[in-house]
């Protein structure tokens, strides 16, 4: 079994019990069968068979007993005319309708005993020719007696009549009876096979359990020898690795899965010799390696130095999460309150309390990894601050780094440029003309004069919403004339023309328009 492997071995642990379990599984499928077949005549034959017998039965003693009342009430009612007789609408008595209604049961269960008799068994067809001759004798003697009574016959002859029916209904249900003891007897068989049956059953499973189990205990134990033993030679091994011996190799018994398994550790194991042999030769490049990157770090640092010493106008700073500097360099620091000297100190120890307060909001943010962009007024003079996220080997943020550029000269052309623009607006809206500025494809609207409501009738707004609202307004026959002139504009010529607008209200006017490129 050396070379079987654990997978088949553990299949085999299945199997074989299933093997036993599915041949007493048979055993018990065929002894089922016949406690089928014993439960299907039980609820098919003999149970059908004795509750049509037991309801002929009851239905023959309520023929017998109405009969025997009818009698009496005719014989108590010719001793006493006075006394009312119980009888239906038609005349019929109470006591006849109750035996018509019982023979129709009866004769209903008789029908359906025949029925049973022809197709699930015919053993007892002689049963069956006896309850129907007594049946008949039965019939006949009720009628008799009808008969008498209706012909007002002597009581005498009455009496004989029932004394008759006495005899044929204890034919009757003597018949009835021996149906019954015989369908009885074959119920107490079936119960007696059955118990047998279902006894022989709890023994096989019994048997097949017990039997499955000791084949599985077996079985087990085999295997669990198999696999530890070559385990604890493995185990051994590993602790002689562990303790530093790296030529330890396991024996190899089997060529199963764990046999397999101790291959691949001995193949390993070489292996991790071999890269220890390996590993020290690449700690000597390492070393090497090492120094010669260092002299590039330094030579890295010189170069980062010269770059910031030359950036125009501006400083870069590190700060920490305590706000500590951890690098302070570039012309432009001294602007904001820094210097080299203090490195290693609170940046917000050298700021106002108001400019403190603005520029730690904005250091908490970029430590929440947000890139911050800002303009400090410090002392009249305009700087742009950078504040970057740095993350570390984690991915985490462990500082910032500020970059500050001096925009004073900026934001002073700045602020000319816009007062520029305000006089210009100021100078558009004072004269009377309608001055505006379109993009070259006519579809932006740069600046349009206030007095654009006074000749079109819209809004000054309108005019930036929708920059062809004034084409729309052009007369249809002057519209090609104004399009040309446009197009000249355009290829850089200089164009006058006139054309006429339909004012909102309905007016028609004649205007002037100058355009140039």
Do not use: C
Not at 463 to 488: I, R
């Amino acid at each position: 079994m050396k070379n079987i492997s654990i997978r088949t071995k553990i299949r085999g642990i299945v199997i074989v019990p299933m093997i036993v379990l599915i041949a007493l599984s048979v055993l018990v499928y065929s002894e089922s069968s016949i406690l089928n077949a014993e439960f299907n005549k039980y609820t098919t034959q003999s149970l059908p068979i004795v509750t049509t017998l037991e309801e002929m039965k009851f239905n023959a003693s309520r023929i017998i007993s109405s009969v025997n009342e009818n009698i009496l009430d005719t014989h108590l009612g010719s001793m006493d005319e006075d006394q009312d007789r119980v009888e239906d609408i038609d005349g019929t008595s109470i006591e006849t309708l109750q035996a018509d209604e019982a023979q129709e049961s009866y004769i209903a269960a008789l029908d359906t005993y025949r029925s049973l008799v022809n197709t699930v068994d015919p053993e007892d067809a002689e049963l069956l020719v006896d309850i129907e001759d007594a049946t008949q004798e039965l019939f006949t003697t009720i009628e008799t007696i009808r008969g008498l009574q209706e012909a007002n016959a002597p009581l005498a002859d009455i009496v004989e009549a029932r004394e008759a029916l006495e005899d044929v209904e204890n034919d009757v249900l003597a018949a009835i009876e021996a149906g019954l003891e015989e369908e009885q007897e074959s119920l107490v068989d079936s119960a007696i096979r059955v118990e047998q049956t279902t006894q022989n059953s709890v023994n096989l499973a019994i048997v097949g359990a017990v039997l499955a189990l000791v084949l599985d205990v077996g079985l087990i134990i085999i295997l669990l020898r198999a696999i530890f033993g070559p385990f604890n030679n493995l185990i051994d091994t590993v602790h002689q690795m562990g303790q530093g011996d790296l030529s330890a190799r396991t024996t190899v018994d089997s060529m199963d899965e764990i046999g397999q398994l101790a291959t691949t550790f001995n193949q390993m194991a070489a292996s991790v010799q071999n890269s220890q042999i390996k590993l020290k030769d690449a700690n000597a490049n390492l070393e090497k390696r090492v120094e010669e990157r260092t002299t590039e770090i330094r030579e890295l640092q010189q170069q980062t130095q010269t770059i910031i010493d030359n950036l125009p106008n501006s400083g870069v700073f590190l700060l920490d999460r305590d706000y500590r500097i951890l690098l302070a360099d570039g012309p432009e620091l001294t602007g904001i309150g820094m210097s080299e000297e203090m490195v290693g100190k609170i940046v917000t120890d050298f700021l106002d309390e108001q400019t403190a307060h603005y520029v730690t909001a904005l250091y908490e943010r970029a430590f929440n990894g947000e890139t911050q962009e800002t303009v400090l007024e410090i002392e009249g003079s305009f700087y742009a601050a950078t504040y970057v996220p740095l993350y570390d080997d984690n991915g985490q943020i462990n500082s910032i780094l500020g970059m500050t550029t001096n925009i004073t000269e900026s934001r002073k052309a700045e602020q000319s440029i816009r007062e520029s623009e305000e006089r210009f607006r100021q100078l558009a809206g004072s004269i009377d003309e309608l001055f505006f500025l379109v993009s070259p494809d006519g579809q932006e609207t740069y600046y349009m004069s206030p007095n654009f409501e006074q000749l079109y009738g819209y809004p000054v707004e309108a005019a930036y919403e929708k920059p062809n609202l004034w084409l729309e307004l052009v007369h249809p026959e002057d519209l090609p004339n104004v399009l040309g002139g446009f197009d000249k504009t355009m290829a850089g010529e200089n164009y006058v023309n006139e054309f006429r607008i339909i004012h909102p209200n309905g007016d028609l006017k004649w205007l002037e328009s100058n355009n140039s490129l």
